[in-house]
């Protein structure tokens, strides 16, 4: 294809390069040129406004510890919203799976049942809106039920179909959080691979920056 790669931190011609995210790229989908990206998948990609936006916990962060992790998780949650509103594991053998408990502590065994009982829960951290005593009265609860979905998403099986579109779903997310992070901090859109195999974000070296 013609790059040529003059370092280990990596350049294309002379655009930064992420080198490891490429090599991941190269494993996760064999190297071959396909899109990156599922774009046409509906429902994959936040948009602005949605909880799980990539940049959404900015919106309301905080210099205090409470509240930011508060913003944190609940963006988390809905990232998870989004992802089991999407894909289901494998219930051929439930008792394979982790299965997460609710709230109340009771053990959800149903896909549908763990996707509505994220979904109250992210309403619940929703609605209330910035008040301070609230956020750190839910956050003990939120934390817990986040390490619960983890451990369920980690005991998931798939068909090999499946998986590859759960795999580049997962990309997806990182590729997209990457790009709203890039496009946040510097007012700059990142230059973008047609097919996106790579994308090269702006400059950012000593010779770019401002003299302070």
């Not at 210099?63 to 509103?85: E, G, I, K, Q």
Request: aromatic share 10%; hydrophobic share 40%; net charge negative.
């Amino acid at each position: 294809m013609g790059w040529q790669i003059d370092k280990l931190s990596g350049e294309v011609g002379n655009q930064p390069f992420n080198l490891q995210a490429f090599l991941l790229f190269v494993q996760l989908f064999g190297g071959a040129r396909q899109p990156l990206l599922a774009s046409d998948e509906p429902g994959y990609r936040a948009c602005q406004g949605d909880a799980d936006f990539y940049t959404a916990y900015r919106d309301d962060m905080s210099m205090d510890a409470t509240r930011a992790n508060f913003v944190v998780r609940r963006t988390l949650l809905a990232s998870y919203v989004r992802m089991l509103a999407l894909f289901a594991p494998d219930t051929t053998h439930p008792e394979d799976l982790r299965w997460p408990r609710d709230v109340r502590g009771e053990v959800l065994t149903d896909p549908d049942a763990v996707l509505a009982a994220s979904r109250s829960l992210l309403d619940r951290a929703s609605e209330i809106g910035g008040d301070d005593e609230k956020e750190a009265a839910l956050l003990p609860e939120l934390t817990k039920f986040l390490y619960e979905l983890r451990e369920y998403d980690e005991s998931w099986t798939l068909p090999p179909t499946e998986a590859k579109r759960l795999a580049r779903f997962r990309m997806s997310q990182a590729l997209w959080a990457s790009l709203e992070e890039v496009r946040t901090e510097s007012g700059q859109k990142p230059e973008v691979d047609p097919d996106l195999s790579f994308v090269i974000f702006p400059g950012n070296s000593t010779e770019d920056s401002p003299t302070p």
